[in-house]
């Protein structure tokens, strides 16, 4: 099992965003998560493709595209040609679930489904073969900088429960309210990507607070073994 650290730019300064994507480089992150926001789905208004395509030439890091939006069928071509390697949707956020999995597949994408807080592990029964990785939201989607919800910890226990069922298809992300307090317990429940913003990007040194990190995830793995 592996770890990968995911910061969000949804914390990051937009004014030296370049600078902020080269720091948490140079700390060893491999994913970049990039938080897309519409509104309407949850109230705040973030990015678009413009953006992601912008990002796309200034990094070689894997761009994990999380669509908090409604009707996300519209727009998963869009993002994916702007160059998102990855794209989850949200499970609360379509009636045709399958559907919009199965575009973001054709497309070439890794293929994410995600759960917000209230929603329970077992309304995604009849997709978790469609995925390869699972995001759990671990605060409220729309704003950064909240506190981590505990409950998520269970959720992860359940997907990981569930992943030997599907000889192991699909990774577990967590997002929201992830830092130096709660790495050891999400990694030692099953998550494998970690989407951290406030605790990175909000801290004299993001390269640093990347190294940090990815530390006590390495060191929450030796104890599992």
Same mark, same amino acid.
């Given at each position: 099992? $592996?770890? !990968?650290?995911?910061?969000?730019?949804?914390? =990051?300064?937009?004014?030296?965003?370049?600078?902020?994507?080269?720091?948490?480089?140079?700390?060893?992150?491999?994913?970049?998560?990039?938080?897309?926001?519409?509104?309407?789905?949850?109230?705040?208004?973030?990015?678009?493709?413009?953006?992601?395509?912008?990002?796309?030439?200034?990094?070689?890091?894997?761009?994990?595209?999380?669509?908090?939006?409604?009707?996300?069928?519209?727009?998963?071509?869009?993002?994916?040609? =702007?160059?998102?390697?990855?794209?989850?949707?949200?499970?609360?956020?379509?009636?045709?679930?399958?559907?919009?999995?199965?575009?973001?597949?054709?497309?070439?994408?890794?293929?994410?489904?995600?759960?917000?807080?209230?929603?329970?592990?077992?309304?995604?029964? !009849?997709?978790?073969?469609?995925?390869?990785?699972?995001?759990?939201?671990?605060?409220?989607?729309?704003?950064?900088?909240?506190?981590?919800?505990?409950? =998520?910890?269970?959720?992860?226990?359940?997907?990981?429960?569930?992943?030997?069922?599907?000889?192991?298809?699909?990774?577990?992300?967590?997002?929201?309210?992830?830092?130096?307090?709660?790495?050891?317990?999400?990694?030692?429940?099953?998550? !494998?990507?970690?989407?951290?913003?406030?605790?990175?990007?909000?801290?004299?040194?993001?390269?640093?607070?990347?190294?940090?990190?990815?530390?006590?995830?390495?060191? =929450?793995?030796?104890? $599992?073994?």
């Amino acid at each position: 099992m $592996k770890v !990968e650290i995911a910061p969000s730019i949804l914390a =990051a300064n937009f004014a030296c965003l370049g600078e902020e994507i080269q720091a948490v480089e140079q700390g060893g992150a491999t994913l970049l998560h990039v938080d897309v926001m519409d509104g309407h789905f949850v109230p705040n208004l973030t990015i678009g493709v413009p953006v992601v395509r912008s990002l796309r030439k200034a990094t070689r890091l894997t761009l994990d595209v999380h669509l908090m939006i409604e009707n996300p069928d519209r727009y998963v071509e869009a993002f994916a040609e =702007a160059g998102a390697d990855m794209i989850s949707v949200h499970q609360e956020a379509t009636p045709h679930l399958d559907r919009v999995l199965g575009m973001i597949r054709e497309m070439g994408r890794e293929v994410g489904v995600v759960i917000n807080p209230a929603t329970p592990v077992s309304t995604l029964s !009849e997709v978790l073969d469609k995925v390869d990785y699972v995001l759990v939201m671990s605060v409220n989607p729309g704003f950064g900088g909240q506190k981590f919800i505990p409950e =998520a910890v269970g959720k992860i226990r359940q997907l990981k429960e569930l992943r030997a069922r599907y000889n192991d298809g699909f990774r577990i992300e967590v997002d929201g309210g992830i830092g130096p307090e709660n790495v050891s317990e999400v990694v030692r429940a099953g998550a !494998e990507l970690l989407v951290a913003g406030t605790s990175i990007f909000h801290t004299p040194d993001p390269a640093e607070a990347v190294r940090r990190l990815k530390h006590l995830a390495s060191e =929450a793995l030796a104890q $599992k073994v």
